[in-house]
């Protein structure tokens, strides 16, 4: 299992699984991640958060956090 936090800088992958629940699975659903979503890591700050994707067409900033709980490949 890879999470997005894991993904190098310039690689593209796909949502597999949402981890998590409630009120934070709700708000990363909300912001366009969801199953079979195609997802492309622009940036990754020095220390590693945020990471900065692209999602349906859009830049999205995402905790470090937030990314752990979203399952790619």
């Known amino acids: 299992m890879q ?25 990363i659903m909300d912001m366009g991640i969801t199953k079979g979503t195609e997802v492309f890591v622009r940036k990754v700050a020095p220390l590693g958060d ?4 692209t999602v349906r067409g859009y830049e999205l900033s995402l905790r470090k956090a937030d990314a752990e709980m979203i399952e790619v490949q």
């Open 3 to 27: 999470t997005l936090k894991e993904v190098e800088c310039g690689q593209s992958v796909s949502v597999v699984k949402l981890h998590g629940a409630g009120a934070v699975k709700r708000r």
């Open 50 to 53: 945020p990471i900065e994707v």
